[in-house]
């Protein structure tokens, strides 16, 4: 079975950093568009960023200049790097495999980010 699994998330203070880790098994890791979504309790889940086989990425506008996603092919891992973090950041972050070619898609299990003083 594919497996998806976060870590990384936890507690931090407005304007603290964390990276998230996603570890991807059991697919063809370079077929796949990888990206981070979150879901704040009552809101609709939506993207944070994305990241190409290629190398192409793209951000939310709300974290445009404060997070950076990065994938490792060696490692079947895609990376969240958040900076300056703010309380509006706090949700569930999942990770996300995207088929480039077919309409497969899987989710990971999800990470809390609670962004708090």
């Known amino acids: 079975q594919v497996q998806l699994v976060e870590s990384g998330g936890g507690l931090v203070q407005p304007g603290g950093s964390l990276r998230l880790s996603c570890a991807a098994s059991?697919?063809?890791?370079?077929?796949?568009?990888m990206g981070w979504y979150r879901q704040a309790p009552g809101k609709q889940r939506e993207l944070v960023a994305s990241i190409t086989s290629g190398g192409d990425t793209n951000y939310a506008d709300s974290v445009k200049g404060r997070c950076t996603i990065s994938r490792d092919a060696a490692k079947n891992a895609v990376y969240l790097q958040m900076n300056s973090l703010k309380p509006e950041d706090t949700a569930v972050y999942y990770c996300?495999?995207?088929?480039?070619?077919?309409?497969?898609?899987?989710w990971g299990q999800g990470t809390q980010v609670t962004v708090s003083s």
């Open positions: 059991r697919i063809t890791f370079r077929f796949y568009t």
């Open positions: 996300n495999a995207q088929h480039t070619r077919a309409s497969i898609n899987y």
